[in-house]
Nanobody, 124 residues
């Protein structure tokens, strides 16, 4: 059974930075594409970024492109989300998830394991 645990969330001022981590356990980490999603209050969960099994390919939502960077360390079984130039509209609970097949794109139904989430709050 795969387990995912996010960390690194918190309160930050607009323009600031945070680095989220997602620790993976239970299976072989490099067998999974990884994705980051977020859900703001009153809104549907949305795709933020995805990274391929080897880390060579990354995908981003238009809203975060140029500000966020997804990366992974297969030796540490961890995926990261570096978030720079944060905006109040980035406020949400951020989730990491695994996708065993295909490309790490936005289709949520193809992600099979999810972490409990970490809160990110950006103040104006």
């Amino acid at each position: 059974q795969v387990q995912l645990v996010e960390s690194g969330g918190g309160l930050v001022q607009a323009g600031g930075s945070l680095r989220l981590s997602c620790a993976f356990s239970g299976r072989t980490f490099s067998s999974y594409n990884m994705g980051w999603f977020r859900q703001a209050p009153g809104k549907e969960r949305e795709f933020v970024a995805g990274i391929s099994k080897s880390g060579t390919s990354a995908y981003y939502a238009d809203s975060v492109k140029g500000r966020f960077t997804i990366s992974r360390d297969n030796a540490k079984d961890t995926v990261y989300l570096q978030m720079n130039s944060l905006k109040p509209e980035d406020t949400a609970v951020y989730y990491c998830a695994t996708k065993p097949y295909g490309l790490p794109t936005k289709e949520q139904m193809s992600y099979n394991y999810w972490g409990p989430g970490t809160q990110v709050t950006v103040s104006s």
